[in-house]
């Protein structure tokens, strides 16, 4: 296989990224199915991502199932322990929920209670809302119960490539992959070069966004755009050397990578559109504390949503969930700058 830079590109919204990884997998693997509710002819889902693909390759493999999540995935695993590789869509994160006993209580157990026998080599992509006015139901980061879970690994991509690599990367994993993709990243309309075919980037591999010197800011998801936007501000206005860590796999973690990081840095701050109390960036403050608290400067700093359902009004929606100003504000905290000071 090529490597990303030998590869020719394309310029892709992040949700045609998706749908070119869905379309070569399609393509060059029979065992590819897809299920989803509206996925088919015409809408191709709700954010477009299946668009076109039951036309290239029937109904037999882009199965638009009726309205039942706990269904859906209990249809993929089943098609998984026969030999396929489904790949399901679940509408949004939210329904979670109703599709748990599933996910949880069967794809991420059969490897373990089998001694290795059996394994599910499912992909379930889910909506992740939130910055929409989706209301209480339809807004929820609930990514730090399935990191919970042993037996499932959690995608977050940020960009066009990294979600088509990531996206291919799970459709070809032995295990249950959850493949979280940002409805406000896939509402953009902006395109990136994004390599065509056989693109793939390996599950467990951070990246650095940006080097820096002086702190080292932890993201995933569309929470790295609001750190990129931060840390311009930090040079800008503090001078402040900024590295940026976008985790792109939550499980596994490249917490080798979020070290040395923050060994060089001495300063770490973890920021996520989830909710803050009990969210994913406190388990890796805690690993960050655990290694190296005799060498940081200040404690690690999370920035999270506040803890309460995502309210429907625009202006309450913004004031619930952070953004580059609120981690820039803590920025200044950790440096000990105050508002006089800028």
Same mark, same amino acid.
């Given at each position: 296989?090529?490597?990303?830079?030998?590869?020719?590109?394309?310029?892709? !919204?992040?949700?045609?990224?998706?749908?070119?990884?869905?379309? +070569?997998?399609?393509?060059?693997?029979?065992?590819?199915?897809?299920?989803?509710?509206?996925?088919?002819?015409?809408?191709?889902?709700? +954010?477009?991502?299946? &668009?076109?693909?039951?036309?290239?390759?029937?109904?037999?493999?882009?199965?638009?199932?009726?309205?039942?999540?706990?269904?859906?995935?209990?249809?993929?695993?089943?098609?998984?322990?026969?030999?396929?590789?489904?790949?399901?869509?679940?509408?949004?994160?939210?329904?979670?929920?109703?599709?748990?006993?599933?996910?949880?209580?069967?794809?991420?157990?059969?490897? +373990?209670?089998?001694?290795?026998?059996?394994?599910?080599?499912?992909?379930?992509?889910?909506?992740?809302?939130?910055?929409?006015?989706?209301?209480? &139901?339809?807004?929820?980061?609930?990514?730090?119960?399935?990191?919970? !879970?042993?037996?499932?690994?959690?995608?977050?991509?940020?960009?066009?490539?990294?979600?088509?690599?990531?996206?291919?990367?799970?459709?070809?994993?032995?295990?249950?992959?959850?493949?979280?993709?940002?409805?406000?990243?896939?509402?953009?309309?902006?395109?990136?070069?994004?390599?065509?075919?056989?693109?793939?980037?390996?599950?467990?591999?951070?990246?650095?966004?940006?080097?820096?010197?002086?702190?080292?800011?932890?993201? +995933?998801?569309?929470?790295?755009?609001?750190?990129?936007?931060?840390?311009?501000?930090?040079?800008?206005?503090?001078?402040?050397?900024?590295?940026?860590?976008?985790?792109?796999?939550?499980?596994?973690?490249?917490?080798?990578?979020?070290?040395?990081?923050?060994?060089?840095?001495?300063?770490?701050?973890?920021?996520?559109?989830?909710?803050?109390?009990?969210?994913?960036?406190?388990?890796?403050?805690?690993?960050?504390?655990?290694?190296?608290?005799?060498?940081?400067?200040?404690?690690?700093?999370?920035?999270?949503?506040?803890?309460?359902?995502?309210?429907?009004?625009?202006?309450?929606?913004?004031?619930?969930?952070?953004?580059?100003?609120?981690?820039?504000?803590?920025?200044?905290?950790?440096?000990?700058?105050?508002?006089?000071?800028?």
């Amino acid at each position: 296989m090529k490597r990303a830079h030998e590869l020719s590109t394309s310029l892709m !919204t992040f949700a045609e990224a998706l749908n070119s990884a869905l379309d +070569y997998a399609l393509q060059t693997n029979p065992d590819v199915i897809l299920l989803g509710e509206d996925i088919g002819i015409p809408s191709g889902g709700i +954010y477009r991502v299946t &668009q076109g693909l039951e036309e290239c390759y029937g109904a037999r493999r882009v199965i638009t199932t009726p309205i039942s999540e706990q269904g859906i995935i209990g249809m993929g695993i089943g098609l998984a322990l026969c030999g396929k590789r489904p790949v399901v869509e679940i509408m949004l994160m939210d329904y979670l929920t109703i599709a748990s006993d599933q996910l949880i209580n069967h794809a991420a157990k059969f490897r +373990y209670t089998t001694n290795g026998a059996s394994h599910v080599p499912l992909t379930v992509r889910m909506h992740v809302g939130g910055g929409t006015m989706g209301g209480a &139901q339809h807004s929820q980061s609930l990514e730090a119960w399935l990191t919970h !879970t042993p037996g499932l690994n959690v995608i977050m991509p940020s960009t066009p490539e990294d979600a088509k690599g990531l996206l291919l990367s799970c459709i070809n994993n032995d295990d249950p992959c959850i493949m979280l993709e940002c409805v406000e990243l896939l509402w953009s309309g902006d395109r990136h070069p994004v390599p065509t075919g056989a693109h793939q980037i390996p599950l467990g591999k951070a990246r650095i966004m940006k080097v820096g010197d002086d702190i080292s800011l932890i993201a +995933y998801g569309r929470s790295v755009a609001w750190c990129l936007r931060a840390a311009e501000l930090a040079r800008q206005r503090l001078g402040i050397s900024c590295e940026i860590i976008d985790l792109r796999s939550l499980v596994p973690l490249d917490l080798d990578l979020i070290l040395n990081s923050v060994k060089k840095t001495r300063r770490a701050l973890i920021a996520h559109a989830a909710s803050k109390f009990c969210g994913y960036g406190a388990e890796i403050a805690c690993q960050i504390t655990e290694s190296l608290h005799a060498c940081l400067h200040h404690h690690v700093v999370r920035v999270g949503s506040l803890t309460s359902p995502a309210p429907y009004s625009m202006f309450l929606e913004k004031q619930h969930m952070p953004d580059e100003s609120r981690i820039f504000d803590k920025i200044m905290d950790i440096f000990g700058i105050t508002g006089n000071d800028r």
